[in-house]
C-alpha cells in the first residue's frame, strides 16, 4: 500500500474527534479501494472524514444516554413534618423551614450548572410523604430516615448535601459548619471543597472560620455516596438568624454551596 494511504488507513479518530475509538481497518479500506483506482487521494480523505464524524457522533450519542455518567446530586432537606428541628432564638423560625428554603435554591443553582437534582423532600412534610398525609400518620423518626437513605439510593448520585441549621448553648457561637462521615475518603474531600467555599462567607460575615469535621450522623452513614452535612449557620445565635432568614443571604449561600460541589464533582471525575 501506498505510504500516503498506509497513514490514512491509520487515522486516528480521537487525534481528530476527541473520542478513544478508531475506524475499523475493513471500513478505511472500502473506502479507499472505491477511489484508489482514479487515483484520487483527496476523495480518499474526504471519505475517512466522513466515516470518522459518523463514529464520533455514534460514540458520542451512546455516551449522552449511558447512566454511568448522569450527573446527579441529592439534596436532603433536614427535618421536615412533626419533627420541625431547633428553632430561631429571637423569630423562632423552624430549622426545617430554613433548610427546604435553601436546598430548593441549591438544586436550581446545580440545575443551571447542569446537573440533574434529586431532594429527599420537596414541601413542608417529611421525607418520602405528602404534606397532606402527615397528620393521618404517627411520626417515626427512624422510618423517616430510611426513606432518605432509600431516596437517596434509588437515584444512584454523585454525592449528597444535606442543609441543616446548627444550635449551641452559647449564643456567641456563629458561622457555617460542614461534617462528613470519618469512614468516607470522598465524604472528607466534598465537606473539605464546601467548607472551604463557606469559610469565605464565615470570614466576611462572622469574622471566624471553621475546619470540616467527621462526625456520626445517619445520613452521612446509610450509604456509601460521598456525603456532606452543611449546618448553614446557629439559629441560636440572633445574628445568624437574621442572615437564615435573609432571601438575599440565603441564595448567595445556596451559590455558594453550588459552586463547591461542583469544584469537588469536577475534581473527582479527573
Not at 423552624?94 to 436546598?103: G, H, P, R, W, Y
Request: charged share 20%; proline share 3%.
Amino acid at each position: 500500500m501506498d505510504n500516503r494511504l498506509r497513514r490514512l488507513s491509520n487515522f486516528d479518530v480521537k487525534a481528530y474527534f476527541g473520542n478513544p475509538y478508531r475506524l475499523p481497518a475493513c471500513a478505511v479500506e472500502r473506502a479507499l479501494i472505491i477511489v484508489v483506482g482514479k487515483k484520487k487521494l483527496w476523495t480518499a480523505a474526504i471519505a475517512l472524514l466522513v466515516l470518522a464524524a459518523i463514529a464520533a457522533i455514534s460514540v458520542a450519542a451512546a455516551y449522552a444516554y449511558s447512566p454511568g455518567i448522569r450527573k446527579v446530586i441529592v439534596i436532603d432537606a433536614g427535618h421536615g413534618g412533626a419533627d420541625g428541628g431547633v428553632t430561631g432564638v429571637n423569630t423562632g423560625v423552624t430549622e426545617a423551614e430554613i433548610n427546604l428554603t435553601v436546598a430548593r435554591l441549591v438544586a436550581t443553582e446545580l440545575k443551571a450548572l447542569g446537573y440533574e437534582t434529586v431532594l429527599t423532600r420537596d414541601d413542608e412534610g417529611e421525607a418520602g410523604v405528602f404534606a397532606e398525609n402527615d397528620e393521618a400518620a404517627l411520626y417515626n423518626k427512624r422510618e423517616e430516615m430510611q426513606r432518605r437513605r432509600d431516596i437517596i439510593s434509588a437515584a444512584d448520585p454523585l454525592c449528597v448535601i444535606s442543609i441543616h441549621c446548627n444550635n449551641f448553648p452559647s449564643p456567641s457561637r456563629r458561622g457555617a459548619q460542614v461534617f462528613y462521615s470519618a469512614g468516607s475518603s470522598g465524604g472528607k474531600a466534598l465537606a473539605a471543597i464546601v467548607q472551604s467555599a463557606l469559610n469565605k462567607l464565615n470570614t466576611e460575615k462572622t469574622g471566624r472560620t471553621y475546619s470540616a469535621l467527621g462526625g456520626d450522623y445517619y445520613i452521612l452513614n446509610c450509604t456509601a455516596y460521598p456525603s456532606a452535612i452543611v449546618e448553614c449557620g446557629f439559629l441560636s445565635n440572633p445574628e445568624d438568624e437574621k442572615l437564615l432568614t435573609d432571601d438575599g443571604y440565603r441564595a448567595l449561600l445556596a451559590v455558594t454551596i453550588a459552586r463547591a460541589v461542583n469544584e469537588y464533582v469536577s475534581s473527582s471525575l479527573k
